[in-house]
């Protein structure tokens, strides 16, 4: 049975660093699950990790045995944004952060193999978040991106040259969220260490005004 690898195949889930780079992101299918606050403190951001995981690996499994399609489990990624835009390229407030995490999932997951899936790890008690987790479809559209290398605190000055000079001297002006995928298991990882993709959905300057 053949695995797929979706940060293979997909254009999206490639980057490299130290480039702005324009794409045309597809309409994908998540598992989501939305928070709000710093997500170093304890509580509901874990709580939402391990909902995200236990239903994904589920439903990997369920699909290699009961559908014969095998893939690999996608890495966390996860929508940010703030009241205030300048908290992500200056002191990082993330006290005042939304959040929503997510899970890439192929799109021949079903609404009912994702119910059953909650289901089953509702059973096991793994996380009081999976009531909060939904299966959604995500169409970002135009976008930019680049890899940024290292810990995610010192993320603030690659966005800075994103929003105040790519953007603008391409003709572009932001619009949705700030999205990061991680590409790196950061519990496992040393900081400087971190391969994050930063993603940010881009408009041209005219339709925004």
Not at 77 to 90: M, R
Not at 174 to 203: C, N, W
Request: charged content about 25%; overall charge negative; glycine content about 6%.
């Amino acid at each position: 049975m053949e695995k797929i690898d979706f940060k293979k195949t997909l254009p999206s889930y490639r980057a490299a660093s130290g480039t702005f780079e324009l794409i045309d992101v597809p309409a994908l299918q998540y598992l989501m699950i939305d928070g709000h606050g710093d997500p170093n403190t304890a509580g509901p951001f874990s709580e939402a990790v391990s909902a995200l995981f236990s239903v994904g690996y589920k439903l990997k499994f369920t699909s290699k045995k009961e559908l014969g399609r095998d893939y690999a489990v996608m890495p966390l990624e996860g929508l940010w944004s703030s009241a205030d835009p300048d908290n992500f390229t200056t002191a990082l407030d993330k006290s005042t952060w939304d959040w929503t995490l997510l899970m890439l999932v192929p799109d021949w997951i079903t609404a009912e193999l994702f119910d059953a899936a909650v289901s089953a790890s509702r059973a096991k008690a793994v996380s009081a978040a999976l009531d909060r987790l939904r299966l959604e479809t995500l169409e970002e559209g135009r976008c930019v991106q680049t890899v940024h290398l290292g810990s995610f605190d010192a993320e603030a000055e690659t966005l800075h040259r994103l929003h105040t000079e790519f953007i603008p001297a391409n003709g572009l002006s932001m619009r949705g969220r700030h999205h990061e995928i991680y590409l790196s298991d950061f519990t496992k990882t040393a900081p400087a260490k971190l391969r994050t993709i930063l993603r940010q959905p881009v408009a041209p300057a005219a339709d925004q005004e």
